[in-house]
């Protein structure tokens, strides 16, 4: 193809998008006159370059929608949804002649007058303004040299030959235009000189006005002492560097300009309404003439200073004016040439093929896998003179590679750009309000991956809009906002980008789908009835399927979801829905970060080794069974502690069917290391043999056959030239968590989490156990030291007593049920407590389960060892009581604390802890519950004043004395003061236990002061204060 | 684009005559189209790949290329290989992913006749019928000649199980 026209294409192409935007824009924001010029000023130069090209198609349809989009410029038409919809239209019709130009390098046959007449009318509408807007239909004198009408900014040929003849020689006037240089400079860009028409129709301008000048009553004088030629050669030279922008050369020119003096600003205005009139005369538009007539105020000052300095120089005007002329013209020249390189520098972009960068990348990858091969080599020789050398080439292979992969990535926002458009037509073709949030448009991604997902993505927008919001009017009556709202949202996330389509619309309605399900013979009722919504839901993947109606002109036109699944899958994504009925759907795409060098750690399973992309790993912990990290398991599910949470463990070696589990628990020396990988909210220990250094890795796909192992995410070759497998915590957590329930519930529960922590602390860790019948025990993971097994030929006797020897001392076996026995052989499941220097092992049946649930005994028990009974998962769980089994294992426990009748808790009282701390309340919470106090905790001192709003009364307050808000002592002196607590003990908790803080608590009313982290002193002044409210009563 | 072509002319037995690589594997020589096949190596260090599937005996590094090692005897259902004993490999393509076949070791290039070719016998193992073109009839022995395409067709195969 034409290069020329290829460029063109490419060019208008992007213009054309940039077009679509911006009406949107301006749609929404009719007043924006920067959005308005913008779009002007592309469409302008759309129109300016057909006609240059010789499209007279595309330039007619341009030059209809420009007439439009000036009349709103000019503020004569209002911006309407109707006009920007015409015009919209045009630009589609643009394309498609566009695409029609593309293919055949001609453009196609059609018929565009309707269109036009459409748009004619809507500029008609306002036509009382009086800007000459050149119409089609007047153009009926059908220009000789054309064969068809004029077009506006086109001058007839005729004119233009004139102007030419009239114009000097290039032997007289260096200044002289070529009419060369209107190719290089037509269509690049669209300032000034290009809408007024370019040189031709400046040399026209200049000819007329030379003219007209001559003959002016008032400006005659002024001029008519100057040649013709030579006069017209300056307005010529002059135009040019304006509208250039050339303001030296205009200030030369501009001095030049008046030969005699006396030159007034009057006569000045004057000029410029000539120059205007000229303009509009050579069928320049209005505006641009204004415009153009404008840039001569530039001028202005030059040109009344000369006037008065003429009178001086009249001798040798003739000399300096023709060498200033030539001067100035030849500086405009020089400007056009700067100009052009300009308009580079501001881009400074070449286009590649796409081919080549690719390429390119391969090559930058093979360097950079030698680079590491030589690299690996050099390593072993000692003071090799290859080191330095070798250094330079490695630094500057890693920019080069940053450098290639930056090439390759673009902002996913790109791929969005069409959107606003598309949900703008879908708005007023379906009738509805809807808004597209469009977030993280920045996220770069790779510019392959995106040319994919640009379809897909736009596919998921349009179903969004059309079959998720609903109609304004559904909408308000379901109570949501007129408007629905469409949110995209792109972000990195472990290794991979997430890209998130949500709206807020009607979600997916199962009853519906459930029927089409069944009217397409996809499954069978009884198959419908055992599925979840969310089962159903995922039918809209299906081929072929799609619930809308009515089919739309937007989507429902049979290939849906399961096309775009498929294009997604096609470069190794994933797609997740979840849709809540009423309330909206979110689909989540997962695009792998492929053909990219990552960084990854190299770790070691059974002499292999494998690479963990390092953007998903976390931490390392090394645990070995004497330090402080040990694996634990519950009923064979191995878990870190790790910072206060558990942590669970999947081992490589059993992931990667090395070992089994017995075989793991079976080794002699437990000394792993644990890799902690995130993905998502979920975070997860891997336990490996070794962990050896980070090295970057270019990632491979996996051969086709090993696709299906959702394990590995690729393979690569390290420095010293082995092959070695990149493993995918994804698909490990997958393979993890298939047992456990899938990793959507582990996101929910950590936002669950989240959730909780920030709004109040209910629920705590329950370990569920069993020991002497089948009803669960449960007891405050919080208290557990740990879980051990410990061999039952360990477990010895002495004194009546079991023992065991435990970490080089006698550990104190206490049965949890009378009615249970140690096993017989094997392993005991024992749960160890340790308090100071105590530390005693409670011997269960079986270790059950951590449940997360409110903690609330329901029924007080009289059992010694039992606090009472809760619901625990929905079982009625015994709770235990450890002080009582920590009295059995040691006889002097109880008196260790010296007050022990004190310590003995007050049956049931219900206390009120108040604490922002979510650590000191979960800390706190399970110690006061174990004591046998009903805890109700809060996290503020407002929580808690609204409770006593609500009519709730405790038997004792604790309170924090720090916090956000409301302290302590203001919450204690309001609580005082004769509030429906008044009588209510109170204990003040700080960390602030200096003798002042405690006489302040003491004088806003707290009954008691206790340090924070002192739990004997507080359960004591918990007791002695209700002891003293009970003697009182 | 040229290999393309010519491995299509590979399935058109007309007169004349083809050439192909023979290999021994468990006492048995197979031939194996001589244009199907990209490289010969002697053994390499063949990294394992866990759950992968049984007659994927691993990955290897051809000169930058990472080439999926095919272990030939376990996917034509032969007894493995002795201990100690090394392989070598004949790397061959399929939808332009490289594989490597891991044989006992690499015989000669033969020109045979194709009035020697015959199809496989009726009653030949289904697994080997699967992947077999046919057979030539040598002087000493019978040669089938491996159908590379089939051979690695695992993909379709493993949907339709």
Same mark, same amino acid.
């Given at each position: ?68 989009? @000036? ?160 006069? %017209? ?78 009178? *001086? ?193 009607? !979600? ?7 029927? *089409? ?117 519950? %009923? ?70 090993? *696709? ?156 010694? !060892? ?8 929905? %079982? ?152 003293? %409210?009970?003697?009182?009563? | ?25 468990? @006492? ?78 690499? @015989? ?54």
């Amino acid at each position: 193809m034409d290069d020329l026209l290829n460029e063109f294409l490419t060019e208008t192409a992007e213009s054309i998008d940039v077009v679509d935007v911006e009406l949107v824009k301006l749609e929404q924001d009719p007043n924006n006159k920067e959005v308005l010029d913008n779009i002007f000023r592309l469409v302008h130069t759309i129109k300016g370059t057909c006609g240059f090209l010789g499209l007279p198609r595309l330039e007619s349809v341009a030059h209809a929608s420009e007439n439009v989009l @000036g009349k709103f410029r000019d503020g004569e038409l209002q911006v309407s949804e109707h006009s920007v919809t015409v015009i919209l239209e045009s630009l589609d019709r643009i394309k498609e002649i566009l695409a029609g130009l593309e293919a055949t390098e001609e453009e196609p046959e059609g018929d565009d007058t309707d269109l036009i007449a459409r748009l004619d009318a809507i500029a008609e509408g306002a036509l009382a303004a009086p800007a000459p807007e050149p119409d089609t239909v007047e153009g009926e004198i059908i220009d000789p040299g054309l064969g068809r009408p004029l077009k506006a900014g086109e001058v007839s040929l005729a004119e233009l030959e004139a102007a030419f003849a009239a114009a000097p020689g290039p032997e007289e006037m260096a200044a002289a235009p070529e009419p060369a240089p209107k190719k290089q400079s037509a269509g690049k860009k669209a300032s000034l000189f290009d809408r007024v028409g370019g040189e031709d129709t400046i040399a026209v301008a200049a000819h007329l006005l030379s003219q007209r000048l001559e003959s002016h009553k008032e400006l005659g004088k002024f001029f008519s002492g100057t040649a013709a030629d030579l006069r %017209k050669g300056r307005f010529m030279g002059m135009m040019l560097a304006l509208y250039k922008d050339d303001l030296d050369a205009a200030d030369n020119v501009g001095r030049q300009l008046v030969s005699a003096s006396g030159f007034t600003e009057q006569n000045f205005n004057t000029l410029l309404g000539l120059v205007k009139d000229v303009l509009v005369g050579c069928q320049v538009d209005g505006d641009t003439a204004d415009e153009a007539v404008m840039s001569f105020e530039l001028v202005r000052e030059a040109v009344l200073t000369a006037s008065k300095a003429v009178a *001086k120089a009249e001798t040798n005007k003739a000399g300096r004016a023709a060498g200033g002329a030539s001067a100035a013209a030849a500086s405009s020249d020089e400007h056009a040439a700067a100009g052009g390189e300009g308009g580079k520098r501001v881009s400074q972009s070449i286009r590649v093929s796409v081919d080549l960068l690719e390429d390119l990348m391969n090559l930058v990858s093979e360097l950079v896998l030698t680079r590491n091969q030589l690299l690996q080599i050099t390593r072993n020789v000692e003071n090799s003179e290859l080191g330095v050398p070798l250094q330079r080439l490695s630094q500057c292979t890693t920019e080069l590679q940053e450098n290639v992969m930056k090439t390759r990535m673009q902002p996913i926002g790109n791929a969005w750009a069409k959107l606003p458009r598309i949900v703008r037509d879908l708005t007023v073709e379906l009738d509805k309000k809807i808004e597209l949030d469009m977030r993280g448009a920045e996220t770069e991604l790779d510019r392959q991956v995106l040319e994919l997902i640009k379809d897909p993505l736009t596919h998921m927008v349009r179903n969004s809009a059309d079959h998720g919001i609903e109609k304004p009017a559904e909408r308000l009556a379901l109570g949501k906002p007129e408007g629905g709202t469409i949110t995209l949202n792109a972000f990195h996330e472990g290794g991979h980008i997430i890209i998130e389509i949500k709206d807020d619309g009607r !979600g997916i309605p199962v009853a519906k789908l459930s029927k *089409k399900i069944l009217e397409k013979r996809l499954a069978t009722e009884a198959e419908l009835a055992e599925m979840s919504d969310a089962q159903i839901q995922k039918f809209i993947f299906h081929p072929g399927f799609s619930t809308a109606e009515q089919v739309t002109s937007v989507s429902g036109r049979g290939v849906g979801m399961d096309v775009v699944r498929s294009n997604i899958e096609k470069i190794g994504g994933t797609i997740d829905m979840q849709s809540v009925e009423g309330k909206g759907t979110r689909f989540s795409i997962k695009i792998p970060l492929t053909l990219a060098i990552v960084a990854g750690l190299i770790v070691k399973a059974q002499e292999e080794r494998y690479a963990i992309p390092q953007i998903s790993v976390l931490e390392l912990v090394r645990a070995s069974q004497n330090s402080e990290h040990k694996i634990e398991t519950i %009923k064979n599910t191995p878990v870190l502690r790790l910072r206060n949470r558990l942590l669970p463990l999947v081992y490589l070696n059993e992931i990667l069917g090395f070992m089994t589990r017995e075989e793991i628990d079976a080794r002699d020396n437990k000394d792993d290391f644990i890799v902690v990988a995130q993905v998502g909210a979920f975070s997860f220990g891997i336990v490996v043999d070794q962990v050896f250094d980070t090295e970057e890795i270019v990632v491979k796909p996996v051969a086709p056959i090993l *696709k299906d192992l959702e394990i590995y995410s690729g393979n690569t070759i390290l420095g010293d030239g082995s092959v070695i497998m990149i493993l995918d915590p994804n698909g490990i957590a997958a393979k993890a968590n298939a047992s456990a329930g899938d990793h959507e519930h582990e996101e929910e529960r950590a936002k669950e989490d989240a959730k909780r922590r920030t709004v109040r602390d209910e629920k705590e860790s329950m370990l569920l156990f069993r020991a002497g019948g089948k009803h669960p025990k449960a007891v405050p993971l919080g208290l557990v030291a740990r879980l051990e097994e410990i061999e039952i030929g360990n477990i010895e006797e002495s004194d009546g007593r079991l023992m065991v020897q435990y970490r080089g001392a006698l550990m104190p076996l206490i049965l949890a049920d009378q009615n249970m026995s140690i096993r017989a052989e094997g392993k005991q499941p024992v749960l160890v407590f340790t308090d100071g220097d105590y530390t005693m092992g409670l011997a269960v049946d079986e270790i059950l389960d951590i449940v997360e649930d409110k903690l609330e005994i329901k029924l007080a028990s009289d059992r010694k !060892g039992v606090v009472g009974s809760a619901i625990i998962a929905g %079982k009625a769980s015994e709770v235990i009581d450890v002080a009582y089994y920590l009295g059995l294992a040691f006889a002097d426990w109880l008196k260790s604390r010296d007050m022990s009748e004190d310590v003995a808790p007050v049956k049931g009282a219900d206390l009120l802890l108040i604490d922002d701390s979510d650590f000191f309340r979960n800390m706190l919470k399970p110690v006061l519950t174990v004591s046998g106090y009903q805890v109700r905790a809060v996290s503020s001192a407002k929580a808690a004043l609204k409770l006593m709003e609500e009519g709730y009364m405790f038997d004792l307050i604790i309170s924090d004395i720090e916090m956000p808000d409301m302290n302590g002592f203001d919450f204690a002196r309001m609580v005082r003061d004769g509030s429906r607590w008044e009588t209510t003990p109170m204990v003040a908790l700080s960390a602030l236990a200096t003798e002042r803080d405690v006489q302040r608590g003491h004088d806003a009313g707290f009954d008691d002061y206790v340090a924070k982290f002192d739990k004997e002193t507080l359960l004591r002044s918990l007791s002695q204060q209700l002891k003293i %409210k009970g003697d009182a009563a | 684009m040229n290999d393309l072509v010519v491995r299509k002319e590979l399935n058109v037995v007309a007169t004349g005559s083809q050439d192909y690589v023979t290999v021994r594997l468990a @006492g048995q020589t197979l031939g194996i189209p001589v244009l199907a096949v990209h490289d010969v190596l002697n053994a390499q260090k063949i990294t394992r790949i866990p759950r992968a599937p049984e007659w994927v005996s691993g990955v290897l590094n051809l000169r930058g290329r990472i080439v999926t090692a095919i272990d030939l005897r376990r996917r034509l259902g032969l007894p493995p290989r002795e201990a100690g004993k090394t392989s070598m490999s004949v790397v061959v393509e399929h939808n332009e992913e490289p594989y490597s076949l891991q044989i006992d070791s690499v @015989g000669e290039v033969l020109s045979l006749d194709n009035q020697l070719f015959e199809k496989n016998p009726v009653t030949l193992d289904p697994r080997w019928r699967e992947v077999s073109r046919g057979i030539y009839r040598l002087e000493k022995e019978l040669l089938p000649i491996l159908d590379v395409d089939k051979l690695l067709a695992f993909e379709s195969k493993d949907k339709a199980a």
